[in-house]
T-cell receptor
Framework: DSGVTQTPKHLITATGQRVTLRCSPR?????VYWYQQSLDQGLQFLIQ???????AKGNILERFSAQQFPDLHSELNLSSLELGDSALYFC?????????????FGPGTRLTVL | LAKTTQPISMDSYEGQEVNITCSHN???????ITWYQQFPSQGPRFIIQ?????VTNEVASLFIPADRKSSTLSLPRVSLSDTAVYYC?????????????WGLGTSLAVNP
């Protein structure tokens, strides 16, 4: 158990809909990362927040947005969903802001868009 | 950008030592080398990190030659449960100026 929690575990929705994924980092970790992993693909870094502020952006689509709240939990919002958005979405946290410090990953949310 | 290259897949047998090499020819002075392990449908898990020479923990060893242009993750006496994807990342502890790219990793299959 990494100490990072993600909800929901599974999500099934239809094209055009909007969903929100939630992540609670490990206690004491200020940095939160979001990743997308499609079938047979590597991890795609989406976005990072550090202590409530956006720190770095990766391949995040304009239809996607995220935020980190004062209690450090984070939410990833996915809107106008398309079939291709079906994937595993991971949240990770780390104590420091640098990418290459140890990241602790949550169990993921499996999103299926029908 | 310190691009990394590692084999797409490897096969081994239980009880053998497995060495996975990662090439990073343009590694920067302040870059560290980090390895993660990922099982299907789970998030990656940190295995080991090093800067130079050799690092060992209870799970693996990491060998880094003097020029640091490559590194080798060594898994002693693998078991079926070591079947996973292994990712090599190279970058600095501080600063996120470069893109964070994980790549496809090395898919290790351990056979009985």
């Amino acid at each position: 158990d990494s100490g990072v929690t993600q909800t929901p575990k599974h999500l099934i929705t239809a094209t055009g809909q909007r969903v929100t994924l939630r992540c609670s980092p490990r206690s004491g970790d200020l940095s939160v990362y979001w990743y997308q992993q499609s079938l047979d693909q590597g991890l795609q870094f989406l976005i990072q927040y550090y202590n409530g502020e956006e720190r770095a952006k990766g391949n995040i689509l304009e239809r996607f947005s995220a935020q980190q709240f004062p209690d450090l939990h984070s939410e990833l919002n996915l809107s106008s969903l398309e079939l291709g958005d079906s994937a595993l979405y991971f949240c990770a946290s780390s104590e420091l802001a640098g990418f290459y410090n140890e990241q602790f990953f949550g169990p993921g949310t499996r999103l299926t868009v029908l | 950008l310190a691009k990394t290259t590692q084999p797409i897949s490897m096969d081994s047998y239980e009880g053998q030592e497995v060495n996975i090499t990662c090439s990073h020819n343009n590694i920067a002075t302040n870059d560290y080398i980090t390895w993660y392990q990922q099982f299907p449908s789970q998030g990656p898990r940190f295995i080991i990190q090093g800067y130079k020479t050799k690092v060992t923990n209870e799970v693996a060893s990491l060998f880094i030659p003097a020029d640091r242009k490559s590194s080798t993750l060594s898994l002693p006496r693998v078991s079926l449960s070591d079947t996973a994807v292994y990712y090599c990342l190279v970058g600095p502890h501080a600063g996120n100026n470069r893109k964070l790219i994980w790549g496809l990793g090395t898919s290790l299959a351990v056979n009985p």
